[in-house]
Nanobody
Framework: QVQLVESGGGLVQPGDSLRLSCAAS????????VGWFRQAPGMGREFVAA?????????TYTDAVKGRFIISRDNAQNTVSLQMNSLETDDTADYYC???????????????WGQGTQVTVSS
């Protein structure tokens, strides 16, 4: 099995930056790609970004965060990070990292999930 643990959430002001981390352990050979999802209060879970786990680090982003967020990986540490810049109040949500044996933006395709970390953007 695969275990995922998120960290780095907190309270920030609009325009600030924040970096989230996701540490993977267990049978990481099963992972093909890692994604970030978020869930705002009263809303459903939304895809944010994804990155390939092996080979060249191919990435993809939802339009709402394109140009502001950057996803990256460090295979030596088995971690994936989400650098969030120019944060807006609409970015407020619980953020989850997830891993899949394939490549997808669909929540249902991800087999392993972390417990989430809270991000609040408020003045």
């Amino acid at each position: 099995q695969v275990q995922l643990v998120e960290s780095g959430g907190g309270l920030v002001q609009p325009g600030d930056s924040l970096r989230l981390s996701c540490a993977a352990s267990g049978h990481t050979r099963s992972i093909y790609s890692v994604g970030w999802f978020r869930q705002a209060p009263g809303m459903g879970r939304e895809f944010v970004a994804a990155i390939g786990w092996t080979g060249r680090p191919t990435t993809t982003y939802t339009d709402a965060v394109k140009g502001r967020f950057i996803i990256s990986r460090d295979n030596a540490q088995n971690t994936v990070s989400l650098q969030m810049n120019s944060l807006e109040t609409d970015d407020t949500a619980d953020y989850y990292c997830a891993a899949t044996s394939g490549w997808s933006m669909m929540e249902s395709r991800y087999e392993w999930w972390g417990q989430g970390t809270q991000v609040t953007v408020s003045s």
